[in-house]
C-alpha cells in the first residue's frame, strides 16, 4: 500500500494542501518520478527557518496510464526544463514564510497571487482525487448519507412545513421559519458542515415542534427528529470499505508503535524508504526520525534512496513545510478539520512493522 492511500484512510477523503507529499510519495515509490536532494533556491533561503536543502522529483515515465487525479496533479505542479524534463522541487510552493512577507509590495503581491492560485488548482485536484475509484476500493461515501441528504431530509423538511402550516396557520412567523429552514437546506446541500449543520437543523426543529404543540400529525414529526438527530450527527459521510477497514486498523496500529518507539524496522534499504515516507505522509516524520533516524545510515548510494541520505534533514525539510502549509492554507485546515485525527487511539497492541500494511 502506498503513502497516499494511507493518507485517504487517515483524512477521510477530505485532503488537505500538504497531501501532496504523499502523492509525490506514491509516484516515486510506482516508479514514475525519480528524487533528487538539491539545495535550496535563494529565494526559499530568505526565510531564516527555511531548511538549506530541498528535494526535486523528475517525472521517468510517461503519465497516460496513471488516473485522472493524478494527471492532474502532474500538469500542474511539474514545469519542462530545457533539456525536456518535467520536474518539480518542494520550494516551488508558494508559502508565507517570514523572507516572503519582508519582501517589498510587490513581491508579497505577487505571493498572494501564487497562493490563491495553488489553493484553486489544489481545490480541482481534491475533488477529482476524492472520486478516484481505486481509493474507493479502500474507503468510499456513504451511499445512505446521501440518500439521506438529498432525499430524507427534503421531504421530512416539507412535510414539517405544511404540518406547522396547518397547525399554526397563515403567520408572518411561519413563512419565516420556512424562509429559514430554505437557508439552511441550501447550506447543507452545498456547504462544507452539511452534518453539523443537519443536526443543528433538526434539533431546533425538535424544539419548534414541542412548543408548537401536538396538533394531529405533528405527534408523528415530533417521534421522527430525534432517530433524524441521532442519524445526522452519527452518520458517516464516508468509511473505509471491507477491504479498506483492515489497513485503516493497520495504519492507526503502526502510528501507535511509532510513538511508543516499538517499530521494527526493515533492514533493506527500500521498505526503510518507504516506511520513512509512510511516517511524513502521516505527519509523524520527525518522532520517526527522532525513534529511529540513528538506525537509517546515511548512504552514499542517494541516487537509489534519496530521503536517506540525511535522515534529520530530511525530516526537518518536511517539519517546515508542514507548519508553512498550516500557517499560509490555514482555512483549508479548519474546513477539513473533520478528516480524521493521526491519534494513537484505536488498533490492538504497540508494535508491528511496515507489514502492518
Given at each position: 500500500m502506498d503513502s497516499f492511500i494511507l493518507v485517504a484512510l487517515k483524512r477521510k477523503l477530505k485532503f488537505m494542501p500538504e497531501?501532496?507529499?504523499?502523492?509525490?510519495f506514491r509516484l516515486h515509490q510506482k516508479g514514475y518520478v525519480s528524487v533528487e536532494h538539491i539545495?535550496?533556491?535563494?529565494?526559499?533561503?530568505?526565510?531564516?527557518y527555511a531548511p538549506d536543502h530541498t528535494f526535486t522529483f523528475i517525472l521517468e515515465k510517461e503519465s497516460s496510464d496513471l488516473s485522472e487525479h493524478e494527471k492532474y496533479f502532474i500538469d500542474w505542479l511539474f514545469t519542462e526544463t530545457q533539456d525536456g524534463k518535467r520536474v518539480f522541487s518542494l520550494d516551488q510552493i508558494p508559502l508565507s514564510t517570514i523572507g516572503t512577507e519582508t519582501q517589498n509590495w510587490r513581491n508579497k503581491e505577487q505571493r498572494g497571487r501564487e497562493i490563491r492560485d495553488f489553493e484553486k488548482q489544489f481545490k480541482e485536484w481534491k475533488k477529482l482525487a476524492s472520486k478516484d475509484p481505486e481509493l474507493h476500493r479502500w474507503i468510499e461515501p456513504v451511499k445512505l448519507r446521501k440518500i439521506f441528504k438529498y432525499g430524507i431530509i427534503p421531504v421530512w423538511l416539507i412535510w414539517t412545513v405544511i404540518n406547522l402550516i396547518m397547525g399554526m396557520g397563515d403567520r408572518l412567523?411561519?413563512?419565516?421559519?420556512?424562509?429559514?429552514?430554505a437557508i439552511v437546506y441550501?447550506?447543507?446541500?452545498?456547504?462544507?458542515?452539511?452534518?453539523?449543520?443537519?443536526?443543528i437543523l433538526f434539533f431546533i426543529l425538535l424544539v419548534v415542534i414541542f412548543a408548537a404543540g401536538l396538533d394531529p400529525g405533528m405527534e408523528y414529526l415530533q417521534a421522527?427528529?430525534?432517530p433524524l438527530i441521532l442519524i445526522s450527527a452519527f452518520l458517516p459521510t464516508v468509511s473505509s470499505t471491507y477491504y479498506g477497514a483492515a489497513y485503516y486498523r493497520g495504519m492507526k496500529k503502526w502510528i501507535k508503535g511509532l510513538r511508543k518507539n516499538q517499530l521494527q524496522l526493515p533492514t533493506d534499504e527500500v521498505r526503510l524508504e518507504t516506511c520513512f515516507q509512510h511516517a511524513i505522509a502521516l505527519e509523524q516524520g520527525s518522532l520517526f526520525e527522532s525513534y529511529y533516524g540513528e538506525k537509517i545510515h546515511a548512504t552514499t548510494t542517494g541516487e537509489l534512496y534519496p530521503f536517506l541520505i540525511a535522515p534529520v534533514e530530511t525530516a526537518q525539510i518536511y517539519s517546515y513545510h508542514h507548519i508553512a502549509f498550516q500557517s499560509t492554507y490555514s482555512s483549508s485546515y479548519s474546513s477539513?478539520?473533520?478528516g480524521g485525527s493521526s491519534g494513537s487511539s484505536g488498533g490492538s497492541g504497540g508494535g508491528g512493522g511496515a507489514g502492518a500494511f
Open positions: 497531501d501532496i507529499n504523499a502523492v509525490l539545495p535550496s533556491s535563494l529565494e526559499y533561503q530568505e526565510d531564516e412567523e411561519v413563512y419565516l421559519g420556512m424562509a429559514g429552514i441550501l447550506f447543507i446541500t452545498f456547504g462544507k458542515h452539511d452534518r453539523v449543520l443537519s443536526t421522527t427528529t430525534f477539513s478539520s473533520g
